[in-house]
Every structure is written in C-alpha cells, then in structure tokens.
C-alpha cells in the first residue's frame, strides 16, 4: 500500500450527504474521476490503499479505449458492440472483474470528458516544455470541475523525475528546481483564479534522499528537502526532523 493509504481509505468511506452519494454513483464509486485518488503520472503505489483505488489520466485527459471512443473500422456500431462483449458480465470470477474495472473505466472516463469540455478556461498560462506543468493543469482542470464530478476531497499524483543526480549536480539539479518552480507557481496561480487556493495544499515527496558525494553529484541517503505550498500552509517556516 502506499503512503497515502489511510488518508485515502477514509476519504472513501466518510458519509456523504444524499446529493453527493447520487453523484458519487453517477461516477462510479472511490475509483472513478471523483474518487479520492487521481494519478496523472501514470500507475503510482503512493495512492494504493485497502479500499481505494487511483484513477489515473493523462495530462490531456482521461486514457481513452480507442476503438471505443473512435468508430472501429469507421463504424460506431461495431464501437459499440465491442464495448458490450469487454463490460458483459460472466459467471467465471476473472472474466467478470476485467469486465467490472473496464465498465468502470469507461463510464468515469466520458463522465470526465464531459465536465472537462463544459469546465471553464483557465486564464493561468503554465510553463511550456514542462511535463510536470502540463500535468498540474490537468490537475487544475479537474480542480475546476469538481463539482460537475461529484468530488469533495481528492489527492491528486504528479511527478518529475531526473533526481538521481550521480554526476552533473552542478548543470542539471537547478534545471530541474527551475521547473519545479514554474510549474508550481502556474499552478498556485490556477487556483488562486479558481478561488480555491485556501482549500488546496500542495507537497513534493520523494521515496529516496539524498547526499552530496563531493564529486559534482549525489547518491542515496536518509536526508532531503521538501516543499509544501498553500494558503493553509505556514509560510516560511523550515523545520527538521532527524530519523
């Protein structure tokens, strides 16, 4: 399970008021796009836990079966006949699970289609040439259609990678801050546009630290520095904490 499980598994199973459990419903449960879990970095073990399940997208949006959401062979009938026989239920136990996750799937993702083409446009310009900019604006772009999805809290994963500096500390690790930056500045900037911005905290985590080897790079150790951002957050403080 991941680091995140417990916060997770309780979002899933707080009480909601009726009109949100019919939206809830409408979005196919904890594992849907207005579940607790969102991954926009691909498959991650952070949102994993005993009852929740990640939702994962892409930065353009939901991971679409193609020959579903596109007519197969230039013909909606046939799209829709191969959407019957991968959501038909089954008596043999394996067969009718895949079916299950794959009706899941496919509702959430035209549920999430739809809100995102109804959302409203962000005013926010994020850093181009940035993977992690490209997916905290999904990020914000489901932030600004939650309540199209029936969502109320939600943990959302993105990630960059290029940490494990060995060599070439010097040339590549402030490369890599300054687009963590952009990226995070165009993001705080989306949601103060949304007016969330006192309803969102934003953290950086990392499953290794790291320590200066004294040759231009770093290896792995026990250390590390992290950021939190947020209107909730203390601002400017620096703590530490030994292990």
């Given at each position: 399970?991941?680091?995140?499980?417990?916060?997770?598994d309780?979002?899933?199973?707080?009480?909601?008021?009726?009109?949100?459990?019919?939206?809830?419903?409408?979005?196919?449960?904890?594992?849907?796009?207005?579940?607790?879990?969102?991954?926009?970095?691909?498959?991650?073990?952070?949102?994993?836990?005993?009852?929740?399940?990640?939702?994962?997208?892409?930065?353009?949006?939901?991971?679409?079966?193609?020959?579903?959401?596109?007519?197969?062979?230039?013909s909606?009938?046939?799209?829709?006949?191969?959407?019957?026989?991968?959501?038909?239920p089954?008596?043999d136990?394996l067969?009718?699970?895949?079916?299950?996750?794959?009706?899941?799937?496919l509702?959430?993702?035209?549920?999430?289609?739809?809100?995102?083409?109804?959302?409203?446009?962000?005013?926010?310009?994020?850093?181009?040439?940035n993977?992690?900019?490209?997916?905290?604006?999904?990020?914000?772009r489901?932030v600004?259609?939650?309540?199209?999805?029936?969502?109320?809290?939600?943990?959302?994963?993105?990630?960059?990678?290029?940490?494990?500096?060995?060599?070439?500390?010097?040339?590549?690790?402030?490369?890599?801050?300054t687009?963590?930056?952009?990226?995070?500045?165009?993001?705080?900037?989306?949601?103060?546009?949304?007016?969330?911005?006192?309803?969102?905290?934003?953290?950086?985590?990392?499953?290794?630290?790291?320590?200066?080897?004294?040759?231009?790079?770093?290896?792995?150790?026990?250390?590390?520095?992290?950021?939190?951002?947020g209107?909730?957050?203390?601002?400017?403080?620096?703590t530490?904490?030994?292990?």
């Amino acid at each position: 399970m991941g680091a995140s499980w417990r916060l997770l598994d309780r979002l899933e199973k707080k009480p909601l008021s009726d009109s949100r459990k019919s939206r809830r419903k409408r979005n196919l449960g904890g594992a849907g796009c207005g579940g607790a879990g969102v991954n926009v970095a691909g498959n991650a073990v952070f949102l994993s836990g005993r009852s929740a399940v990640q939702y994962q997208v892409s930065p353009r949006g939901p991971v679409a079966l193609d020959a579903v959401r596109n007519p197969l062979f230039g013909s909606a009938a046939c799209s829709a006949v191969l959407r019957s026989l991968v959501t038909a239920p089954s008596t043999d136990l394996l067969e009718h699970e895949h079916a299950r996750v794959m009706a899941r799937s496919l509702g959430a993702g035209d549920t999430l289609t739809t809100a995102l083409a109804g959302g409203p446009t962000l005013a926010t310009v994020f850093p181009s040439n940035n993977s992690l900019a490209d997916q905290l604006r999904m990020v914000a772009r489901m932030v600004s259609t939650a309540a199209e999805l029936g969502a109320r809290r939600q943990v959302f994963f993105v990630s960059l990678g290029g940490f494990d500096t060995h060599a070439g500390q010097s040339e590549v690790h402030p490369a890599l801050l300054t687009r963590l930056a952009g990226a995070l500045q165009a993001f705080q900037a989306a949601m103060a546009e949304l007016r969330v911005a006192d309803r969102v905290t934003t953290f950086t985590a990392s499953e290794f630290g790291r320590t200066f080897t004294g040759t231009d790079g770093s290896d792995h150790g026990w250390g590390g520095s992290h950021l939190i951002l947020g209107v909730q957050s203390t601002a400017g403080a620096f703590t530490a904490r030994r292990r």
